[in-house]
């Protein structure tokens, strides 16, 4: 069984909404260990421009594993730990704060 940890990068397998088909994409572990199959994930993004509030630029985004610029999108949501596809990297220290006040404001728990 597959154990993913809070802030490791993922590609995963992500549904349209219409469920005909799916994209890959990379997202980011944002749930503490709970025994569970299912994931809650945040939203990465090549976007990098006109970022809505609580959206950051990940400077590192090489040392993270991705291939290209990214940021953090204010895109919460979970899914089954079989539509991950692998690991591939982990945010850097400098951005759990700013994920975790992130999702207070996404969600309204500030």
């Known amino acids: 069984m597959p154990n993913y ?20 994409r990379p997202a980011a572990v944002a749930n503490a260990p709970y025994p569970s199959k299912d994931l809650l994930l945040v939203s990465l993004t090549s976007k990098t421009s006109k970022l809505l509030p609580g959206e950051f630029l990940l400077s590192d985004w090489k040392m993270a594993g991705l291939n290209v610029a990214s940021s953090v999108k204010r895109g919460v949501f979970t899914i089954h730990e079989k539509l991950i596809l692998q690991s591939i990297g982990k945010l850097a220290d400098q951005y759990v704060r700013t994920l975790d006040k992130s999702l207070r404001e996404w969600l309204v728990l500030i």
């Not at 940890?5 to 890959?24: A, G, M, Q």
């Open 5 to 24: 940890s809070r802030n490791e990068i993922v590609l995963v397998r992500f549904p349209f909404s219409d469920l005909t088909n799916f994209k890959i």
